[in-house]
Structure formats: C-alpha cells, structure tokens
C-alpha cells in the first residue's frame, strides 16, 4: 500500500466515487509552501495591486520509494520537477457548497 502524507493545513478526506463513502482520511503532518513574493505595481480606486510570484518549495521532504505527498495546487506547481506530489481533484461538496474531501487525487 501506498503511503499519504497530507501536506496541506487541512485533513484530506477521500471519498469513494458515490461521494458518500469515506475511503481514506489523511490528517495534515505539515505544511508545504511555495515561497511568495509581492510587489506593489499600482492602485486601483485606493487599492494596491500587487504583482506575485511563486518561488522554491517550502516544507517538501525528499521523495521517498511508496510514499505520495498531498500538496495544494500552488506547491505542486512550483515542483514540477517532482512526480510524487498530488492535489485532490474531483470535490464533494455539501449543499452549502463547502468542500468535504474529493473522490480522486491528480497530478499537475
């Protein structure tokens, strides 16, 4: 079996394809960071507009041989380099429409 490590602030849970068959909770052990930079480049109607830019990866360990790494979007896209690194993909929602887990997990 595979081994998940939620590195996301938030506990994973992963449903099976019906959305209401909890199949996996991964609790967070960490967080993972793309480091972020802004630059304030204006203003419009009294508020900054700010230029962003995602850098290294903060938090990442080394990849390891059957183990996976659950990560946000904007981690996974700055290390692309990485090919154990997924987000959640496929969200459950409730009839609030706030997120409850996701039924699949994918690759950027």
Avoid: W
């Avoid at 993972?32 to 290294?56: D, H, L, M, S, W």
């Avoid at 903060?58 to 692309?80: F, N, R």
């Amino acid at each position: 079996m595979i081994k998940m490590i939620n590195l996301t602030p938030h506990e994973a849970t992963i449903f099976a394809q019906d959305g209401s068959t909890v199949l996996h909770t991964v609790p967070s052990s960490g967080v993972a960071r793309a480091y972020q930079t802004r630059e304030q480049i204006g203003e419009i109607n009294g508020i900054p507009v700010c230029k962003t830019a995602y850098g290294a990866v903060e938090g990442l360990p080394a990849q390891e041989d059957g183990t996976i790494y659950i990560v946000s979007v904007l981690t996974a896209q700055a290390a692309k380099d990485r090919d154990d690194l997924y987000i959640v993909d496929d969200t459950v929602r409730d009839d609030a429409g706030r997120i409850l887990g996701c039924k699949a997990l994918a690759q950027i």
